[in-house]
């Protein structure tokens, strides 16, 4: 299985300034259809996870353009441009290239 | 507005069952695959299973490969997980996603193993 790995674990931030995320994943996430399934969720405390980012860099409807990804093959970024009060929360990335379908293991975003 | 609502979820013995059902609602429920996803109390994600369009092809995680059943009634726009065998780490809520791990998920339904 293709194991993702995110950094850090937590991530203390001040309100207004900018975050990010790293994720990395075993293998080359391109598929052969040369798309790249790289996907990005935030689960705010006590919600279901929503997703915020798919295919490296695409936003989901409703999400705030503070939030960007990046990255390619192997290593991937997640960006807030700037922290908001409603960021807090812990963030995954998951790769759908391969089966199965496998998670990081989450940065808990926190404000100081 | 896509709608997902997981229910089923109980305490359950060692080795029981449970049936989860997830009701779609705000979308044209054959044109996807759907998923279950589930997280164990205070840990991350895992996929658990998938099951397609038709709901003639499915897979599974291979911690639960031959003790969880997927299945979709497309005439009621329903999901379904069949957990047999149920174990301790199965404990978790377990989501019903849109897609194979889409951008809609369902609340959440509580399964907890336990004597």
């Known amino acids: 299985d293709v194991v993702m790995t995110q950094s850090p674990l937590s991530l203390p931030v001040t309100l207004g300034q900018p975050a990010s995320i790293s994720c990395r994943s075993s293998q080359s996430l391109v598929h052969s259809d040369g798309n790249t399934y790289l996907n990005w969720f935030q689960q705010r405390p006590g919600l279901s996870p929503r997703r915020l980012i798919y295919?490296?860099?695409d936003r989901d409807s409703g999400v705030p353009d503070r939030f960007s990804g990046s990255g390619s093959g192997t290593a991937f970024t997640l960006r807030i441009s700037r922290v908001e009060a409603e960021d807090v929360g812990i963030y995954y990335c998951?790769?759908?290239?391969?089966?199965?379908?496998?998670f990081g293991g989450g940065t808990k975003v926190e404000i100081k | 507005e896509v709608h997902l609502l997981e229910s089923g979820g109980d305490l359950v013995q060692p080795g029981g069952s449970l049936r989860l059902s997830c009701a779609a609602s705000g979308f044209n429920f054959i044109k996807y695959a759907m998923s279950w996803v589930r997280q164990a109390p205070g840990r991350g994600l895992e996929w658990v299973s998938d099951?397609?369009?038709?709901?003639?092809?499915?897979y599974y995680a291979d911690s639960v490969k031959g003790r969880f059943t997927i299945s979709r009634d497309n005439s009621k726009s329903a999901l379904f997980l069949q957990m047999n065998s149920l174990r301790g780490e199965d404990t978790a809520v377990y989501y019903c996603?849109?897609?194979?791990?889409?951008?809609?998920w369902g609340q959440g339904t509580l399964v907890t193993v336990s004597s």
């Open positions: 099951i397609s369009e038709t709901g003639g092809d499915t």
């Open positions: 998951m790769q759908g290239t391969h089966w199965p379908v496998t």
């Open positions: 996603v849109r897609g194979i791990v889409g951008a809609f």
């Open positions: 295919k490296v860099s």
